[in-house]
């Protein structure tokens, strides 16, 4: 059975967000702002119906989508790219494929204990991060 990934989420830990980043063509000045922040992320879950909000000082961002649906992304506020994104259940882990401009990008997402863990990917760069219940 999948995971239940509900709730509210403070950022703990960033490993390498600067590569994923760099990797996704975003500028110096914004890498520098958003390496400083902790975003919050609230994740509704019904069913496989999923909403997205990642909340930050910087910016938000949201997303809707419904797994083993392909449906098109626009990743505004992020690196402003649109892309065909799939999200499926690889047992409890939560995974995207987007497909664009940019080659091998996505994002999983699991839990372990009490933590939420993302693993966000993007031409051969891999951004971890974990995360607290609020």
Not at 89 to 99: A, F, G, S, Y
């Amino acid at each position: 059975m999948p995971a239940d990934l509900s709730g509210t989420w403070t950022l703990l830990s960033s490993d390498n967000f600067e590569g994923y980043m760099l990797a996704l063509g975003i500028d110096f000045a914004t890498r520098k702002i958003a390496k400083l922040l902790k975003p919050q992320k609230v994740i509704e879950q019904n069913g496989d119906s999923f909403t997205i909000h990642t909340n930050s000082s910087l910016r938000n961002y949201f997303v809707k989508f419904k797994v083993g649906e392909e449906f098109d992304e626009d990743n505004r506020g992020l690196d402003n790219r649109q892309c065909k994104s799939l999200v499926i259940w690889e047992n409890d882990r939560l995974t995207c494929v987007q497909k664009g401009e940019k080659k091998n990008r996505g994002w999983t997402h699991w839990i372990e204990g009490d933590k939420l863990h993302l693993e966000m990917f993007c031409e051969g760069q891999v951004c971890k991060q974990t995360f607290q219940r609020a």
